[in-house]
């Protein structure tokens, strides 16, 4: 379970749906919506309602310079949003 939760997404969205109880983490590609919840609920000691996922696919990149053109890709991902129970609360800035 220690590898399913990769980090919190913290963006100026994700921060407006912290008052519906919505809360966003980028998580393993291979993990399904029920692995997501139980580490969820044994990391942060919430109660999970819901889970919604969406699969990111990398992009290819191309730059040019000096010595030539160079490609590559961005890296696939997965990102989980989760709505939590009435009253329960994540902190992830709890120590500043």
Known sequence: ???ILNKPIVTEKMTQL???RQYAFEVD???NKIEIQKAIEKKFNVKVLSV???N???KQKTQMTRR???SGKTA???KAIVTLKEGDKIEFFENI
């Open 76 to 78: 696939q991902w997965k």
């Open 29 to 31: 590609r291979k993990s």
């Open 52 to 54: 919604r996922t969406i």
């Open 56 to 58: 990111y696919k990398g």
């Open 18 to 20: 912290e008052t519906q």
């Open 1 to 3: 379970m220690m590898g």
């Open 68 to 70: 030539g053109r160079f």
